[in-house]
């Protein structure tokens, strides 16, 4: 039930563009996005609801796709502090039991150099 | 307003001694959970809590107990620890009961080894 984080590591330049995607094999309520720096605890970044609701952090962008029970993140001109492990956790449908799981991702490696 | 505190930050065990982490939060939030995460495993739900007197298990509850006394304190017991639960224990809240439109607000974790 663990969703699917593509790609597991992406290396940048300062400027470059990225997208990271997570899959489910589940129908989806929402998805959250965090980004986590090494040795620190992850950081709420975006969520993403069924009916294209967004809540998040105003420089980041991300898509969600019910259908496919995807969702991509866009880290767009990325800076030095972009730097670090990005999770997505999916909550699935609120016609189940799990409405109280977050279940994150393996996570996505993102180093950005000068 | 001190949000997600944890408490010890590093803690060394011997297998099979017990002992408690310790989860506290300040903002009056009805969702409380414990997650660990081990490399390359992302993070793994251990229980969680949708208020005060409600718990229930997440994908790796065994060997883990936890309990709601109260809405600020979500302790997690380690019963007999053994070397696979060495790992980095996050503890994490939410202002909504269902995680569905609300964020995770994560404590900054304990470092656990056991030997």
């Known amino acids: 039930q663990q969703p699917v984080q593509s790609p597991q590591a992406v290396i940048l330049r300062e400027g470059e563009d990225a997208v990271i995607n997570c899959s489910s094999s589940?129908?989806?309520?929402?998805v959250h996005w965090y980004r986590q720096k090494h040795g620190e605890a992850p950081v709420f970044l975006m969520i993403?609801?069924?009916?294209?609701e967004q809540k998040g952090h105003e420089k980041i962008s991300a898509s969600f796709n019910e259908k496919k029970q995807q969702s991509s993140l866009y880290l767009t001109a990325s800076q030095l502090s972009y730097s670090g492990t990005y999770f997505c956790g999916t909550a699935i449908s609120a016609g189940g039991t799990s409405y109280g799981k977050l279940t994150f991702g393996q996570g996505t490696i993102l180093t950005v150099h000068p | 307003n001190a949000g997600v505190t944890q408490t010890p930050k590093f803690q060394v065990l011997k297998t099979g001694q017990s002992m408690t982490l310790q989860c506290a939060q300040d903002?009056?939030?009805?969702?409380m959970s414990w997650y660990r995460q081990d490399p390359g495993m992302g993070l793994r739900l251990i229980h969680y809590?949708?208020?005060?007197?409600?718990?229930d298990q997440g994908e790796v509850p065994n060997g883990y107990n936890v309990s709601r006394s109260t809405t600020e304190d979500f302790p997690l017991r380690l019963l007999s620890a053994a070397p696979s639960q060495t790992s980095v224990y996050f503890c994490a809240s939410s202002k909504g009961r269902q995680l569905l439109n609300s964020p995770l607000h994560f404590g900054n974790g304990t470092r656990l080894t056991v030997t």
């Open positions: 589940k129908a989806l309520y929402s």
């Open positions: 903002m009056n939030h009805e969702y």
């Open positions: 993403l609801l069924k009916g294209g």
């Open positions: 809590s949708v208020g005060a007197g409600i718990t």
